[in-house]
């Protein structure tokens, strides 16, 4: 496909229905301009402003949508090697799914690759669906109603980073997500983690953290893995709401890898979301 102008509407139904099934699309040989990627993005809802960790007086590389996925400064040039963006790469190497530590998560994001290093650097996905599945019975209907608490300074600090500013922790507080969730077109059940879900609310903080690293033990195993292997222009597609995803190490001091990510927002919170349909079933 070429993505890059607009499509037909029998074209976009079927990467729709594509996205609902496999939940990763990869578009090769795309080469977006991040114009046409916002365009392309903007198909699937709102496109969020690109977090910026309240980093007053610092410029953004690229256009308010982007999140700068890349290793490299204004110049081009590899960033310095206590730069905190390394940081924020080096955080993205722990299994998450994107924007849960917002109130109003991330529906889906779209991944475009602009210089690739000659080796390392893929990017995992792990099938929530297909977990949960798995699950034996009993632990699916003991975690059926849970809901965790989800912060980004969680998944920093276990990078060993703790120097936000006040007003990054104002800014970005902690917020709740469902712990299992039901897509709403295809009415399968997943498992919603990530590295910024931190505990069960109402449960003893550690026994949380234990259930949370156990599920995501579990729900990353091999069988429900699979690596992208990055071509320059490659367009990864990914639902957030029932997928989560990592990167791969690799030489970032001395080698460049610049993607650019768009996020598109959700319609609501899980929680709230899984209110309604509660609602709406009784
Ligand atoms: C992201 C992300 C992983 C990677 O862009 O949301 O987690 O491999 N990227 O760069
Ligand atoms: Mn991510």
Redesign the pocket.
């Known amino acids: 496909m070429d993505l890059s102008g607009p499509l037909d509407p029998q074209i976009l139904a079927e990467i729709d229905a594509a996205f609902d099934v496999y939940a990763v699309l990869v578009f090769p040989d795309q080469s977006l301009t991040d114009e046409q990627q916002v365009a392309f993005s903007a198909h699937f809802g709102p496109v969020f402003t690109a977090t910026n960790y309240h980093r007053p007086g610092k410029e953004r590389r690229l256009r308010p949508e982007m999140s700068d996925i890349s290793n490299i400064g204004h110049d081009g040039g590899l960033l310095a090697a206590d730069d905190e963006r390394r940081l924020h790469g080096r955080a993205?190497q722990l299994w998450?799914?994107?924007n849960t530590f917002k109130h109003i998560p991330a529906r889906c994001?779209l991944l475009a690759a602009h210089v690739i290093p000659p080796s390392g650097g893929n990017t995992e996905f792990a099938d929530m669906r297909a977990a949960y599945d798995a699950l034996p019975e009993e632990r699916k209907r003991e975690i059926e109603n849970l809901v965790a608490e989800h912060s980004i300074f969680y998944s920093r600090e276990k990078m060993g980073f703790t120097g936000f500013s006040d007003g990054a922790r104002a800014e970005l507080p902690p917020v709740q997500q469902v712990l299992v969730r039901t897509h709403p077109a295809t009415g399968r059940k997943a498992l919603y983690l990530a590295s910024h879900a931190s505990h069960i609310v109402g449960w003893p903080v550690e026994k949380g953290r234990r259930l949370i690293e156990e599920l995501l033990d579990f729900a990353t195993q091999p069988q429900f893995v699979h690596a992208h292997r990055w071509q320059t222009g490659d367009l990864v597609l990914w639902d957030n709401r029932c997928t989560m995803?990592?990167?791969r190490p690799y030489e970032e001091m001395t080698q460049r890898r610049v993607l650019h990510?768009t996020t598109v927002s959700d319609e609501i919170n899980s929680v709230e979301r899984a209110r309604q349909d509660q609602n709406s079933a009784a």
Do not use: E, L, Y
């Open positions: 993205n998450h799914t994107d994001s995803h990592r990167a990510r």
